[in-house]
């Protein structure tokens, strides 16, 4: 695709619910990253793919955050047991290897009610 | 680690006035630093990027960005600025062995042109 692509774009869902958040790279990109953006603040890195394999997943707050990327291109943010705090724009970023330009998508904002 | 300070979090300017958005960082390591801008309901665009070289960087929508060492700054500069320039502007700071990754973000500067 023209850039990177994120479903859906809004998700509400309930306390305690599974969510899981898609991000479509620019085609060709090896590199992908996930960050958050919590209102108000700048986004904050959680996890980075380079191909299939998580390189650096340091920034995952805690066991209930997980992602995939099996096929070395579409990703899924994945989120058990959501509480209220995860509420928050969810950005995801690729690039052509780790040390060219990040393109973002226009994130996924998810609500936790 | 590496941390992002930008230091005015609101930024109110005339249209076709000059403006500057201040960052400063600190990082134990060589850095690249960048900025983005964030339109409403929109994801992040790169603005410029400084990796090595000249220390005055020239970006897109004739902005500009200076980086000293000395200081461990990398301001934000555009000589006169348009409606279109309101937005989220956000510096941001990666380790030069780690490329483009792992990007560490200020809290970010909303600037505000009124006519």
């Known amino acids: 695709g023209a850039g990177v692509s994120q479903t859906p774009s809004n998700k509400v869902t309930e306390k305690g619910k599974y969510v899981e958040l898609r991000c479509d790279p620019i085609?060709?990109?090896?590199?992908l990253y996930w960050y958050r953006q919590s209102l108000g603040q700048g986004p904050e890195f959680l996890i980075y793919?380079?191909?299939?394999?998580?390189?650096?997943d340091s920034g995952l707050p805690n066991d209930r955050f997980f992602a995939v990327r099996p096929e070395g291109s579409v990703s899924t943010l994945k989120i058990q047991r959501t509480e209220r705090g995860d509420s928050a724009m969810y950005l995801c970023?690729?690039?052509?290897?780790?040390?060219?330009?990040?393109?973002f998508g226009q994130g996924t904002r998810l609500t936790v009610v | 680690a590496q941390s992002v300070t930008q230091l005015d979090s609101q930024v109110p300017v005339f249209e076709e006035a000059p403006v500057e958005l201040r960052c400063n960082y600190s990082?134990?390591?060589?850095?690249?630093l960048f900025w983005y801008v964030q339109y409403p309901n929109q994801g992040l665009q790169l603005l410029l990027k400084?990796?090595?070289?000249?220390?005055l960087v020239k970006g897109i929508n004739g902005f500009e960005a200076e980086f000293n060492k000395s200081q461990t700054s990398f301001h934000l500069r555009k000589p006169s600025v348009h409606i279109s320039d309101t937005a989220e502007y956000f510096c941001?700071?990666?380790?030069?062995?780690?490329?483009?990754?792992?990007?560490?973000f200020g809290q970010g500067t909303r600037l505000t042109i009124n006519p």
């Open positions: 990082s134990s390591v060589s850095v690249y």
């Open positions: 400084y990796l090595s070289g000249s220390t």
């Open positions: 970023a690729s690039s052509w290897d780790r040390g060219s330009e990040a393109f």
């Open positions: 085609s060709g990109h090896t590199a």
């Open positions: 941001a700071v990666s380790d030069q062995w780690k490329g483009a990754q792992k990007l560490v």
């Open positions: 793919f380079q191909g299939t394999g998580a390189a650096d």
